[in-house]
């Protein structure tokens, strides 16, 4: 239902419209505090790079975050990334990953991240906290927010805004009515723009998700997707049915779908019902870091990377670390 009041499909989002104005009015009266200095914010020793969003569900950030972390760490550089870790509850924070930590303590985009390109990584509602955690431990170059756009009270140095280029930014209005977290308008001071599919604007940098081989969750077995060929898909993110549009894509007969709720806890018995007959059962690589320690025979994850059809984005925050660099010299 949310999705087709959010797309403009559904009339209803008029009853809603109250609580937007009342959110729209907020969220800019805190803004402008902020760039009024009436609420402190604070600047890192190092650059700060942005990742996010003005629309509330999955557009694709995380696989940026991780393809700017392997972008700079391939070119000789020390990114590490902080996280509000949305989804985890730890006894302490700022809370700094290693092998032990799990998606229930951190979140799982945090965790995704770690694993997959194996910089530091911190976790704390309070951005600031997490970002001087690093620091403490590590010689970093940059810092890369997974999300926190709207978290001024840690300055930046560079923002990216990911865009779905199919939904775009639905009906246009603030939450709840709409699934904007702050209007359009705001992308005329963001650095960059990407879109996440679909077709870009002049000003916007395209962008895909690739991914072809699969891996089994329990073995470690690769294989190329389309190999699966009949399969049961799920997945627990913020938009399920680009992850089960693309698997149709690529030749894969889909027996049946389960969308889950973003950042979803899952259980063994919930997931094993899903396959009946011992069908494949495959899902995102954000899925998969929570069902490792529970995973079956049949269950397969398929991990993406982001491709950008520009290299402007690496240019524009190496040059930003070279002459923060030369600054501080």
Same mark, same amino acid.
């Given at each position: ?6 797309? /403009? ?22 803004r402008?505090?902020?760039?009024? =200095? ?13 990742v =996010?969003?003005?629309?509330?569900? =999955? ?28 989804? =985890? ?29 194996g910089?530091?990584v911190?976790?704390?509602?309070v ?10 431990? !590590? ?44 209007r359009? /308008? ?5 650095? &960059? ?7 870009s604007q002049?000003?916007?940098i ?26 049961? &898909?799920?997945?627990?993110? /913020? ?28 259980? &063994? ?6 396959t ?11 899925? &998969?870091?929570?069902? !490792?320690h ?36």
């Amino acid at each position: 239902m949310i999705e087709r009041i959010w797309s /403009g499909k559904s009339w209803c989002y008029i009853l809603l419209l109250p609580f937007s104005w009342l959110y729209g009015v907020i969220a800019t009266l805190r803004r402008i505090a902020y760039q009024k =200095g009436w609420f402190p914010s604070w600047k890192s020793p190092v650059p700060v790079v942005v990742v =996010g969003n003005l629309t509330a569900g =999955g557009n694709g950030k995380t696989p940026v975050v991780i393809w700017l972390v392997e972008q700079l760490i391939a070119q000789g550089f020390k990114p590490g990334v902080v996280s509000r870790g949305y989804g =985890g509850k730890s006894d302490h924070y700022p809370l700094l990953l290693s092998d032990k930590i799990t998606p229930a303590m951190a979140g799982d985009e945090p965790v995704l991240i770690y694993h997959r390109t194996g910089a530091p990584v911190a976790v704390a509602p309070v951005r600031r906290d997490a970002v001087k955690a690093l620091l403490d431990k !590590h010689s970093l170059d940059v810092i890369i927010t997974d999300d926190g756009l709207q978290h001024y009270a840690l300055q930046r140095d560079y923002e990216i805004v990911v865009i779905d280029g199919q939904r775009r930014f639905g009906n246009g209005w603030w939450l709840p009515a709409g699934p904007m977290r702050e209007r359009a /308008g705001r992308l005329d001071s963001v650095d &960059a723009i990407i879109v996440n599919g679909g077709i870009s604007q002049d000003n916007e940098i395209g962008m895909t998700l690739e991914g072809e081989i699969a891996i089994n969750l329990k073995t470690g077995e690769k294989k190329p997707v389309n190999q699966l060929n009949k399969a049961v &898909a799920m997945a627990g993110i /913020g938009h399920p049915p680009r992850f089960f549009n693309s698997l149709s894509d690529k030749g894969i007969q889909l027996i049946a779908t389960k969308a889950f709720s973003d950042h979803s806890d899952y259980s &063994a018995q919930e997931l094993q019902q899903l396959t009946p007959h011992n069908e494949p059962l495959i899902m995102t690589e954000k899925d &998969a870091v929570k069902c !490792h320690h529970f995973a079956q025979d049949n269950w397969w994850y398929l991990p993406v990377s982001a491709t950008l059809n520009s290299q402007t984005v690496l240019k524009q925050v190496t040059n930003l670390i070279y002459s923060s660099k030369k600054t501080c010299i």
